[in-house]
């Protein structure tokens, strides 16, 4: 089993930046490729960004290209999303996902393990 658990959401004024973070622990977590997601009021969970067990290859969704920027420190057990230029287009819960496989996938039903989630919320 392996437990998630973001942090480092909140309220943010269009234009400003937030740092997500999300802790596992559980299972070697250098063997799991890490994904964001988030998910709007009255919409499905979107892919957001993932990257690799070894930090060599990541995906960013289109709509967060040049503004978002996942990391990883497989020594803290953490995976990071880096947000940049944020507009109210971006507000929704962002939920953390751990798939065990190496490569990284923008597939929300490959994922295994899921955290509860953080709200970001920007205003206008």
């Known amino acids: 089993q392996v437990q998630l658990v973001e942090s480092g959401g909140g309220l943010v004024q269009a234009g400003g930046s937030l740092r997500l973070s999300c802790v596992a622990s559980?299972?070697?977590?250098?063997?799991?490729?890490m994904g964001w997601f988030r998910q709007a009021p009255g919409k499905e969970h979107d892919f957001v960004a993932a990257?690799?067990?070894?930090?060599?290859?990541?995906l960013h969704a289109d709509s967060v290209k040049g503004r978002f920027t996942i990391s990883r420190d497989n020594a803290k057990n953490t995976v990071y999303l880096q947000m940049n230029s944020l507009n109210p287009e971006d507000t929704a819960v962002y939920y953390c996902?751990?798939?065990?496989?190496?490569?990284?996938?923008?597939?929300?039903?490959?994922?295994?393990?899921w955290g509860q989630g953080t709200q970001v919320t920007v205003s206008s």
């Open positions: 559980g299972r070697t977590f250098s063997s799991y490729s």
């Open positions: 990257i690799s067990w070894s930090s060599g290859y990541t």
């Open positions: 996902a751990a798939r065990f496989q190496r490569t990284p996938s923008r597939e929300r039903e490959v994922y295994d393990y």
